[in-house]
């Protein structure tokens, strides 16, 4: 019988409706109930390509005696995080604070008011490797709770006061400068990987946010370095196994230093960023194989994880079945054998594949299997033409196995980190499909998650707004991507939805005494802390985030107090910009992009033209372009602009002063040009 889930629009609360677990959402109801039972509440965090989320609810939610217990104990409560963002930022930040790590599944006990007072991530069946059991655990709690009702309460209420009294060591009411930027770029060279690019050692995540910060800081400088590693470690990630070499688009991260096995689930958000990363790189430098990477995942995108509705799906599983075993395994889909090789392409193309792709016999992932790559030597010698067909026909291959599952549920946020890269790379390469792609994803954005008053709905599913408010960083995203499609596209309609979702951010989330930012609205719900977080994570931060789209309307517009936001924003970033840089990478781009000015491009003349294309390539950091017709524009840096002898004209100011307006192609592009 199905639990109270059945109903529910996200897909990973629907993964749980048929568990015997009697699951609650997360709603006053679930805790009005355990107040009236006398029991403590189960919170359960996941999401639905959650590799270790699936493994636990089969071992644990699925045991029908398991599911017996927490029935007869507790109110258990099913929380999915890419919904409740605020609910899983207030508990995980707990959870590290107790035990020192984080991870999904989150795994917490609450009181009926909500207190956390045990937590963990993942518990096994039976105990194993020093790690207690799930049922261990549950009747631990259990008993304690009836046994030591007392000490569990003030244990509760000590860790809430803790949380609440937590202050963020803001930098200063000072924005960042040169100095501050180059403490970052020393740091970022200290943790970097000069052997295998990125920073760090196992797991590697790709650094989006950083490399960005690093593009933009060649840009304003000229700084070589900072270009070196941007461009090595993304050339490192293209050809490693995080990058999926046949149907493009990237994995969550590697699980070695080297990028070669990746925890396969792709997200969408990985791939907006990183989109939009290769083709700033291919901007700054003409690679190749940026170029390639860039529409490649583009194309992923628009092909794999597009919706009906012209949203774009949160994730792919990681996991799917294995053609021979019939088992849901991780990697299935997308790793080979020589054998298969072989089935595929006959002998002599196999032994060209498997040197070009790294596939060995005794295999670079599991039981013999190897996940695709680009060897570094590049040592292989072959016809391209062959090359590509053996590609054809391995993705083709690759299309009769069974797929990964789809997260269908569109995010606001995630939408916005597409429609900006989306848009950009279709501008940039003469991709009109891709700018088309991006508008309809703005166009379901508008129609369904924004209500009368422009506030944003957090996901939808199907066409249907989702019952879950935006968060800052939905604001901050989606204004970050309507802000693209006004400088791609010209219209002016983007520009204004831009600025009623940035004056909800000034309204709702900025504390206007502090000059800091919440993640969640004045009037959102209520719970033990009001999260606040300037670090980035797998997304940029909602708060540096939106700092960058302030800072961009405020070069469209003119409008002094969404730049004066921004700048007092980023205050933060003089603080941890130097001592934590690979944590707050976007903030250091848009530092960057204030040290730069930044510059704003009037193009007056026809969208889509040289110059306007010219513009957009302009690598200067955070410049603003808009572009159209002398008269009738809706966009205010074309006021008062006209062309210049009959023909096209751009016009290009920062700090409140100007260049002189120039007709010529090779004259705007040294006006936008690094470390003028």
Same mark, same amino acid.
């Given at each position: 019988?199905?639990?109270?889930?059945?109903?529910? +629009?996200?897909?990973?609360?629907?993964?749980?409706?048929?568990?015997?677990?009697?699951?609650?959402?997360?709603?006053?109801?679930?805790?009005?109930?355990?107040?009236?039972?006398?029991?403590?509440?189960?919170?359960?965090?996941?999401?639905?390509?959650?590799?270790?989320?699936?493994?636990?609810?089969?071992?644990?939610?699925?045991?029908?005696?398991?599911?017996?217990?927490?029935?007869?104990?507790?109110?258990?409560?099913?929380?999915?995080?890419?919904?409740?963002?605020?609910?899983?930022?207030?508990?995980?930040?707990?959870?590290?604070?107790?035990?020192?790590?984080?991870?999904?599944?989150?795994?917490?006990?609450?009181?009926?008011?909500?207190?956390?007072?045990?937590?963990?991530?993942?518990?096994?069946?039976?105990?194993?490797?020093?790690?207690?059991?799930?049922?261990?655990?549950?009747?631990?709690?259990?008993?304690?709770?009836?046994?030591?009702?007392?000490?569990?309460?003030?244990?509760?209420?000590?860790?809430?006061?803790?949380?609440?009294?937590?202050?963020?060591?803001?930098?200063?009411?000072?924005?960042?400068?040169?100095?501050?930027?180059?403490?970052?770029?020393?740091?970022?060279?200290?943790?970097?990987?000069? +052997?295998?690019?990125?920073?760090?050692?196992?797991?590697?995540?790709?650094?989006?946010?950083?490399?960005?910060?690093?593009?933009?800081?060649?840009?304003?400088?000229?700084?070589?370095?900072?270009?070196?590693?941007?461009?090595? +470690?993304?050339?490192?990630?293209?050809?490693?196994?995080?990058?999926?070499?046949?149907?493009?688009?990237?994995?969550?991260?590697?699980?070695?230093?080297?990028?070669?096995?990746?925890?396969?689930?792709?997200?969408?958000?990985?791939?907006?960023?990183?989109?939009?990363?290769?083709?700033?790189?291919?901007?700054?430098?003409?690679?190749?194989?940026?170029?390639?990477?860039?529409?490649?995942?583009?194309?992923?995108?628009?092909?794999?994880?597009?919706?009906?509705?012209?949203?774009?799906?949160?994730?792919?599983?990681?996991?799917?079945?294995?053609?021979?075993?019939?088992?849901?395994?991780?990697?299935?889909?997308?790793?080979?054998?020589?054998?298969?090789?072989?089935?595929?392409?006959?002998?002599?193309?196999?032994?060209?594949?498997?040197?070009?792709?790294?596939?060995?016999?005794?295999?670079?992932?599991?039981?013999?299997?190897?996940?695709?790559?680009?060897?570094?030597?590049?040592?292989?010698?072959?016809?391209?033409?062959?090359?590509?067909?053996?590609?054809?026909?391995?993705?083709?291959?690759?299309?009769?196995?069974?797929?990964?599952?789809?997260?269908?549920?569109?995010?606001?946020?995630?939408?916005?980190?597409?429609?900006?890269?989306?848009?950009?790379?279709?501008?940039?390469?003469?991709?009109?499909?891709?700018?088309?792609?991006?508008?309809?994803?703005?166009?379901?954005?508008?129609?369904?998650?924004?209500?009368?008053?422009?506030?944003?709905?957090?996901?939808?599913?199907?066409?249907?707004?989702?019952?879950?408010?935006?968060?800052?960083?939905?604001?901050?995203?989606?204004?970050?991507?309507?802000?693209?499609?006004?400088?791609?596209?010209?219209?002016?309609?983007?520009?204004?939805?831009?600025?009623?979702?940035?004056?909800?951010?000034?309204?709702?989330?900025?504390?206007?005494?502090?000059? +800091?930012?919440?993640?969640?609205?004045?009037?959102?719900?209520?719970?033990?802390?009001?999260?606040?977080?300037?670090?980035?994570?797998?997304?940029?931060?909602?708060?540096?985030?939106?700092?960058?789209?302030?800072?961009?309307?405020?070069?469209?517009?003119?409008?002094?107090?969404?730049?004066?936001?921004?700048?007092?924003?980023?205050?933060?970033?003089?603080?941890?910009?130097?001592?934590?840089?690979?944590?707050?990478?976007?903030?250091?781009?848009?530092?960057?992009?204030?040290?730069?000015?930044?510059?704003?491009?009037?193009?007056?003349?026809?969208?889509?033209?040289?110059?306007?294309?010219?513009?957009?390539?302009?690598?200067?950091?955070?410049?603003?372009?808009?572009?159209?017709?002398?008269?009738?524009?809706?966009?205010?840096?074309?006021?008062?602009?006209?062309?210049?002898?009959?023909?096209?004209?751009?016009?290009?100011?920062?700090?409140?002063?100007?260049?002189?307006?120039?007709?010529?192609?090779?004259?705007?592009?040294?006006?936008?040009?690094?470390?003028?």
């Amino acid at each position: 019988m199905p639990n109270r889930l059945a109903h529910e +629009t996200s897909p990973y609360l629907l993964q749980h409706a048929d568990n015997p677990v009697d699951w609650w959402p997360w709603s006053d109801a679930a805790f009005e109930q355990a107040r009236e039972r006398g029991v403590p509440v189960l919170l359960s965090v996941g999401y639905s390509s959650c590799h270790w989320c699936h493994v636990m609810a089969h071992e644990s939610f699925e045991d029908a005696g398991t599911a017996a217990f927490l029935n007869e104990h507790f109110v258990n409560i099913k929380v999915d995080r890419e919904e409740r963002p605020d609910v899983d930022a207030v508990y995980m930040e707990a959870v590290q604070a107790a035990t020192g790590q984080g991870g999904w599944p989150m795994t917490v006990f609450l009181t009926p008011d909500a207190e956390p007072f045990y937590f963990g991530t993942y518990f096994p069946p039976e105990p194993r490797h020093g790690m207690p059991s799930f049922q261990q655990v549950a009747d631990g709690v259990r008993r304690a709770w009836a046994d030591r009702r007392d000490e569990v309460a003030e244990v509760a209420g000590k860790i809430v006061r803790d949380l609440s009294e937590r202050q963020l060591a803001f930098g200063a009411d000072e924005l960042p400068g040169e100095e501050e930027l180059n403490q970052a770029l020393l740091g970022l060279t200290r943790d970097y990987d000069a +052997t295998r690019g990125g920073f760090g050692g196992a797991p590697k995540f790709p650094p989006s946010m950083v490399v960005e910060f690093l593009l933009r800081h060649y840009a304003r400088t000229g700084g070589e370095g900072a270009l070196q590693m941007a461009a090595d +470690t993304c050339e490192r990630m293209a050809r490693g196994g995080i990058y999926d070499q046949l149907g493009g688009g990237f994995a969550r991260y590697s699980v070695d230093r080297e990028w070669v096995v990746p925890h396969f689930e792709k997200m969408l958000y990985d791939n907006a960023l990183l989109c939009r990363v290769y083709a700033h790189l291919w901007r700054t430098t003409g690679s190749g194989l940026a170029r390639r990477v860039a529409l490649e995942t583009a194309d992923f995108m628009v092909r794999e994880l597009r919706t009906n509705e012209g949203g774009f799906a949160s994730a792919l599983d990681a996991d799917s079945e294995d053609p021979v075993t019939g088992k849901h395994v991780e990697g299935a889909y997308y790793v080979w054998t020589p054998e298969q090789l072989r089935e595929v392409l006959g002998d002599a193309d196999a032994e060209l594949a498997a040197v070009h792709f790294g596939v060995t016999e005794e295999g670079t992932f599991e039981e013999g299997a190897s996940v695709l790559q680009l060897p570094q030597d590049d040592g292989v010698l072959a016809d391209s033409e062959r090359l590509a067909s053996i590609r054809e026909r391995l993705l083709a291959a690759r299309g009769e196995r069974p797929a990964p599952g789809r997260d269908d549920k569109v995010v606001a946020a995630w939408n916005g980190l597409a429609i900006a890269a989306l848009a950009e790379v279709g501008a940039y390469f003469e991709r009109p499909d891709l700018v088309a792609a991006a508008v309809a994803a703005g166009d379901l954005l508008v129609r369904v998650h924004m209500d009368d008053r422009a506030r944003l709905s957090r996901t939808s599913k199907d066409g249907r707004m989702g019952a879950n408010a935006g968060v800052l960083e939905d604001y901050a995203d989606v204004a970050e991507g309507f802000l693209a499609l006004a400088s791609v596209t010209g219209e002016g309609v983007w520009l204004e939805f831009a600025g009623f979702l940035l004056d909800h951010v000034l309204g709702q989330f900025f504390d206007a005494d502090s000059g +800091t930012l919440y993640d969640t609205a004045v009037d959102a719900e209520r719970l033990i802390r009001r999260p606040q977080d300037p670090t980035d994570n797998a997304v940029p931060s909602g708060w540096t985030a939106a700092a960058g789209a302030l800072l961009s309307y405020a070069a469209q517009t003119g409008a002094e107090p969404h730049r004066a936001a921004a700048e007092r924003a980023l205050g933060v970033v003089k603080g941890l910009g130097p001592r934590a840089p690979r944590f707050i990478g976007h903030g250091l781009a848009v530092a960057e992009a204030v040290l730069d000015g930044p510059r704003e491009v009037a193009v007056v003349g026809p969208v889509g033209g040289e110059l306007h294309r010219t513009a957009l390539l302009g690598a200067a950091p955070g410049a603003v372009v808009a572009a159209g017709p002398a008269e009738g524009s809706e966009l205010p840096l074309l006021a008062g602009r006209g062309l210049v002898g009959g023909l096209p004209a751009a016009y290009v100011c920062r700090r409140f002063v100007c260049d002189a307006p120039t007709t010529a192609v090779e004259e705007l592009a040294a006006q936008l040009s690094a470390a003028r």
